[in-house]
């Protein structure tokens, strides 16, 4: 249970903190921190439209997506704390039940028969098709490390692992998680949420016919989804007692959401045809840290 308030805490202040790391290497004052969760509230409080063409499929997509994430973030543990779901193999539910809310969110923007929409819609599909073994290497990394085949299991035991190539490997495999995160929320280097570029955008461009409470809701699913991929990188460095495990918790989040406005500060987007390659090159990593871990 701690993990989930400490995963919606941070969700207040991710999307904040990339804002104004963004903001600041600008050379501009910005927003403030809060100003991401303020957007959703005043969406919060407007009405919704929907398009003639769209049936129940759209109207419902938001409300799974969010519960999707939110049953997502049941399973992540605190440490040696296991998530308020748990069960041995849980990360493979983890992944799949993050899938079934993208799954609905694709269908939505197919069911405003908007073929620009189903062009976003085409390509989301395929980017997380693409970092789908990327994650499920990585798991499988700490799954052989650990031996253990749950995520309480995993991080328990990286707990009390203490080697250097334990450390590294998981400070690998961070990185390798945050750019997996990256690309599920559809950030740069993969898209700009801020273009509206036609032939360039991705998840902007699914969401367009969304309104009111309706993108309130994507707006802070995304928001929370961030903060529970911090939360699982923030699991491989847990170490200690409750309270240093919180202070170490809030550091990675803080960490994992400057390393991201960084990132969208000064890397450009790549072209369409070079994401796939990029993409394939998380996965051709972690395929590696596994060939290293199983030849060790």
């Known amino acids: 249970m701690l993990s989930i308030l400490l995963i919606f805490a941070a969700a207040l202040f991710f999307s904040g903190i990339i804002v104004r790391t963004k903001s600041v290497c600008a050379g501009r004052r910005g927003p403030g921190i809060f100003q991401p969760l303020k957007d959703v509230v005043r969406l919060f409080r407007k009405g919704t439209v929907y398009s003639t063409s769209s ?6 997509a938001p409300l799974v997506y969010m519960a999707s994430v939110l049953m997502a973030v049941a399973c992540i543990p605190f440490g040696s704390r296991p998530g308020l779901i748990s069960f041995e193999g849980d990360f493979v539910f983890f992944a799949y039940v993050l899938s079934l809310g993208k799954f609905f969110c694709i269908i ?22 693409l970092a789908e073994p990327a994650f499920f290497l990585i ?11 749950s995520f309480s299991g995993i991080f328990a035991s990286l707990q009390t692992y203490g080697s250097f190539f334990g450390f590294g490997a998981a400070l690998v495999m961070a990185v390798l998680l945050l750019l997996v ?22 998840h902007e461009v699914m969401i367009l016919d969304n309104s009111g409470f309706d993108l309130g809701l994507i707006l802070s699913t995304g928001y929370l989804k961030f903060a529970m991929y911090g939360a699982v990188i923030a699991n491989l460095f847990l170490c ?3 309270a240093c495990s919180v202070g170490i918790f809030a550091l990675v989040q803080v960490l994992c959401a400057v390393a991201i ?36």
């Open 139 to 149: 798991m499988g990394s700490l799954a052989l490390i650990t031996g253990n085949t």
């Open 108 to 129: 939505a923007a197919l069911d405003t028969a908007s073929s620009f929409e189903g062009m976003g819609a085409s390509r989301e599909s395929f980017y997380s098709m």
């Open 55 to 60: 049936t129940v499929i759209f109207r419902v």
């Open 181 to 202: 995160s990256m690309i599920e929320n559809s950030r740069l280097p993969i898209d700009d949420p801020k273009t509206h570029l036609e032939l360039t955008m991705i």
């Open 261 to 296: 406005g960084l990132t969208e500060s000064f890397m450009a987007r790549f072209r369409m045809n070079h994401n796939p390659e990029f993409i394939f090159s998380l996965s051709a990593a972690a395929f590696i840290i596994l060939f290293t871990i199983v030849n060790l």
């Open 240 to 242: 200690g007692s409750t």
